[in-house]
């Protein structure tokens, strides 16, 4: 096993030598004070999911420009959702971190300028994976869907709870 430390907030992947689809992300980026289930938690797990994906297809995580970009995404995740007005009086928070293994199908819908597409399908000799990877690193695309189901749970490893 292999294990990327980014040094931004907490954010570490550990990844099969050579097997980088069998990777798992953690972070510091939760608000544990909030359900799992609260907005500002779920874009969290969106940018986790593509920080892993972007991993897996081969991009450095760890260089300047890309940890100044999830800084920046994580900033704007919380002036979207401003979750600190969200303070509930006689709660009490119960925080649970799973490391999980899983097999999970990712569908995502890109909005791309028609010559920006044009443009990239040549440069890549019509790979369509590689030119959407290259309009994907000049920021020239606009995810507008995404979903990520679990379709199995292969194994599950230091489940810690804690009540906060």
Known sequence: MKTVETGCFGIT??????????ASIQSEM????LSSEHP?????????ALILAQFCAGI???????????????EAIGAQHDH?????????YIHKTRNIQANVTESITYKVRGEDWAEAMDDSGEDEEQALLTLQNRLDVERVEWQADVDECLAEYDCVVTVI
């Open 13 to 22: 992947i550990t990844a099969a030598e050579n097997n980088t689809a069998a």
């Open 30 to 33: 939760h608000d544990v004070a």
């Open 40 to 48: 500002f938690n779920i874009s969290v797990d969106a940018l986790e």
């Open 60 to 74: 450095d995580i760890t260089t300047p420009a890309y940890l100044q970009s999830i800084e920046t995404a994580y």
């Open 84 to 92: 600190d007005d969200n303070e509930e009086e006689d709660v009490i």
